[in-house]
């Protein structure tokens, strides 16, 4: 008779198996931007998307079973959304326009990740950091006109990914000593989701 396992048991080593990933990707990649939700300081440079002010909405990308893209159709799928969240950030930048360098916590509402780093730069990060890393636009994790609700299950789940990006970067890599050039390694979004293009057999959703 087949032995029953527990389903939390492959969640578990699903969670480890990522771990060993991330830090094996950070072992042998010299990144060009650590996270400043992992080193608690501020970008040296910008990412972009907003909070709590006003947003815009994506669609969930493709499935379990969906054709297969071509890298031309992915290509312009990737430079539609990044076209859309430039356009997004423009207008968030406006918005906030003599804020930019005060707390996002202060500017934005609900701010729970990168409080305390300037609020033109967190909107930045949200772009290039989140939305590039992922792939994703703007209203995948936030709803159109309140980006300080929490009512997409996504956002939630982002918030999650970041935490386990700032434990990552905190508490493992630093075991591995300094990376190329005496650079604290890191990893961020894109480590892991390069942009979205994560097979979908690959362990990372």
């Not at 950070?26 to 501020?42: D, E, I, L, R, V």
């Not at 071509?70 to 969240?85: K, M």
């Not at 434990?167 to 979004?189: E, F, K, S, V, Y």
């Amino acid at each position: 008779m087949a032995r029953q396992v527990s389903p939390l048991h492959g969640t578990h080593n699903r969670m480890r198996t990522l771990t060993a990933l991330a830090l094996a990707a950070a072992a042998t990649a010299t990144p060009s931007y650590a996270s400043p939700a992992a080193t608690g300081t501020a970008p040296h440079r910008a990412p972009t998307m907003s909070y709590a002010l006003q947003g815009q909405g994506g669609a969930r990308g493709g499935g379990q079973g969906a054709p297969q893209s071509t890298p031309e159709q992915r290509a312009a799928r990737r430079d539609s959304i990044a076209a859309v969240r430039a356009a997004t950030v423009q207008d968030v930048m406006a918005q906030i326009a003599g804020k930019e360098n005060q707390p996002a916590s202060d500017v934005f509402r609900n701010v729970q990740v990168w409080k305390a780093i300037p609020a033109g730069e967190f909107v930045k990060n949200m772009d290039e950091v989140v939305g590039r890393g992922l792939g994703r636009g703007c209203n995948d994790c936030h709803v159109a006109n309140d980006w300080a609700s929490d009512t997409l299950p996504r956002k939630q789940t982002a918030r999650t990914m970041m935490g386990i990006v700032s434990d990552i970067n905190t508490t493992l890599l630093p075991r591995l000593g300094p990376g190329p050039g005496g650079r604290p390694r890191a990893i961020q979004c894109i480590t892991c989701h390069r942009g979205g293009m994560a097979s979908r057999n690959a362990i990372i959703p």
